[in-house]
């Protein structure tokens, strides 16, 4: 049996829904069909669009797969019959679709991946909105959560992909025209996802993310066909960063050269060197790596000893059009012995514009670091001691064989002498060595022999070549090794900041973490952060009992209480110390444990300030909910309890004779003060127990249909005048049923309030997706785009026409109702002026196990 060959993946992709995706895709299937293709329609969802459903004709359509769910029949592709059925090409509608539950897969990339790995080639689609890692851009963008998403990869992977791209005026001409959605979902849809500024941004992003995928390809291209040269599809701008104080000045040069073209690429590169230069500055260029990326563009950081190679290295694999660099800081007797990096590059640089941009450093020169030493002690008592044990033998073994060597090979067995001390122990070892090898070499070996004279005027001068270039082999070695020690101490220290930084980012709480990372570097068995109590924080370090210091913080064993307890003991300020036990460090360590000591401090301030806000926070929201609890129930508790009691009062009192007809008016006044009254306790409980997360929620399949005519009910006879509009086939929605009762009561009562004379509330309701949308809809003043937040605070009316109306619950409590649900409420305007409420709760379908919850504290 021969191996099976994977088949490809074709991806129509678009900003949004109705651009035209599976149309496209049902006419790339009937152009292969009518070459010759065995194609088959594996699933389509035309979503009643007649243009779609046409193209089906003439197409064979395998039969989906009937699954039950919840007491209901959905249907699904059936991949078992299309790998059954094993055609050439296989067209999958709506890629990113959540399958319900019993069905084969979870997702139907899944599907599609079973029909690829079977060797049948794919026609699919997707919008932008569902790529898994634009998820969270799409919903900052238009306020709704997309629930079924498909991974990047899967998409990446395909062979090809190919926008089918639209205008956002032409498709909201498509939707206006009914070419998209049912009549009763086109005004929700326009004036809420489908706006222009929405449409625009996915549109830019589709774009975009297929600029992306082209890129990738025309890479792969150039390197399996090994193109090293240029190709100008996009100028990409490269800087070149030393972490001179020029840098800056590049840094936006390069942005000024970038910007001149629309889709440019900014990117910096500093290439690391052995050299010792003192150019090559980390804060400077930890400050230039954050300017270039505030501007828009990435920083990188390769190593070559070979700066002009190593950039255009870089350049040319970012197929880089224009390269900035600066002109030459050194000098000009400098510049006379060697072109510099900018004639190099420039000169090699081929089909990149190079720019050498002058600056205020032109000609400063460069300094070279201060030296320290790099040699132990030890290496230099070993080489020491070699010096000592190598010479003398070295004297024997010569003097032995004096009749068959001549002075020059005695000179240089000597000299090979010196260069191993050298090596082993640096310059004073092979100071010595040098100097007590031409001693011996002179009295043993050089005419007159046993006699510190030199009789001949060569031998002088091979005796003083011999001592320099021992002394200068031996300064080598000792520079290399001082060098050697710098670079992996800054290696060590910027791995344990970094370490350090890493830990604090992943979200540990960074007094600890820091601590923890002290231990660990510096090898201590505790590390402790000590602080001054206040009373004594005037005397001095040593003075005063072991009472003055508390442990804020410690990590290992047996934790110092006083900073002379430790073994290092670093202050930070009057009233803070870093006490280490373990073992003394050496006075190199302290530099950077006092780094460490000062953020330690800084984390402790931080923790401080994050304890004190998150107690103040609580309170300050308490206080500002009592204080106006108290102003609006001092006024909206009273009115009602004053209503009834006078009513009461009225008709107990004996002096006045009450008509029939008037006793019945002041009963309904009683009636209806009571339920005000009612209405606002039970507003007040649910809120107090929705912040307390004590509110029960049992969420089940109901109808919108059922839940409406109630909340119109509750309400009385001035909701008959409220206009419904709720679709026949609209899906069963996962909510409580009594809870949405109380929202919609809020909302329609909402609307009814702030509804002019002549106009009345309208209700309507469309799906969208895996989401039912509720909309309550009135011609009223409207609230500002800046306001529209403040609504749903408790305990304000925001310039309600009255004062008389309530305490301001109704919204919010209705937010934190429809929340506790699972759904959503926000407000949108009402085309033709006024306040549409959008309630959005999921469909019944989409959602697996629903359960009673209770909702969580906030």
Known sequence: MGVVTRGTLRVYLGAAPGVGKTYAALDEAHRRRDRGTDVVVGFVETHGRPKTAALLEGLEVVPRKEISYRDAVFTEM???????????????????????????????WQDVHELLDAGIDVISNVNIQHMDSLNDVVETITGVAQRETVPDDVVRDADQVELVDMAPEALRRRMAHGNVYAPEKIDAALSNYFRVGNLTALREIALLWVADKVDEQLDRYRAEHGIAGTWETRERVVVALTGGPEGDTLIRRAVRIADRSKGSDLLAIHVARSDGL??????????????????????????????PTALLDFARAENATQLVLG?????????????????????LSGSIDVHMVTHEEVGSGWRLPRLTHGLTPRRRLIATALAVGLLPLLTVVLAISRESLNLTTDALAYLLAVVIVALVGGFWPALFAAVASSLLLNYYFTAPVHRWTIAERNNTFALAAFVLVGIMVSRVVDLAARRYALAARASAEAATLSVLAGSVL?????????????????????????????QHSGAGRDSGSAREWRVVHSIGTDPCTRPEAGDVDVPVGDNLALVLRGRPLPAADRRILAAFAAQAALALEQRRLTEAAAEAGPLAEADRVRTALLTAVSHDLRTPLASAKAAISGLRGRDIRWTEAEQAELLATADESMDKLTRLVDNLLDMSRLQAGALSVFPRPVGVDDVIPHALDELGPPARSVEIQVPDD??????????????????????????PEGTHPVITASALADRVEIRVIDRGPGIPAENRDRVFQPFQR????????????????????????GGSLTTDDTPGGGLTMVLSLPAAWSVQQPVPATVAAG
């Open 78 to 108: 059936d991949v078992d019959a299309v790998l059954a059925r094993r055609p050439a090409v296989a067209l999958v509608d709506e890629l990113a679709h959540t399958n319900v539950p019993g069905s084969r897969n979870a997702k139907r």
């Open 278 to 307: 003192t150019g090559a500055n980390p804060q400077a260029l930890a400050r230039q790596r954050a300017l270039v990326e505030s501007l828009g563009g990435t920083y990188h950081q390769v190593i070559g000893e070979d700066v």
């Open 327 to 347: 002109a030459s800081r050194r000098g000009s007797l400098a510049q006379m012995f060697s072109p510099g990096i900018g004639v190099t590059t420039t000169k």
């Open 506 to 534: 992943r979200g540990e709480d960074a007094l600890p973490a820091l601590l923890e990372r002290v231990r660990e570097t510096f090898g201590m068995t505790a590390a402790t952060l000590l602080e001054r109590s206040e």
């Open 730 to 755: 609209l899906p069963d929605i996962h909510a409580d049923p009594a809870l949405l009762e109380r929202v919609l009561v809020n909302l329609v009562s909402n609307a009814q309030r702030h509804s």
């Open 798 to 821: 925001l310039g309600d026409r009255d004062n008389a109306t309530g305490v301001g619950l109704g919204l919010a409590l209705s937010r934190g109702l429809t929340e506790a649900m």
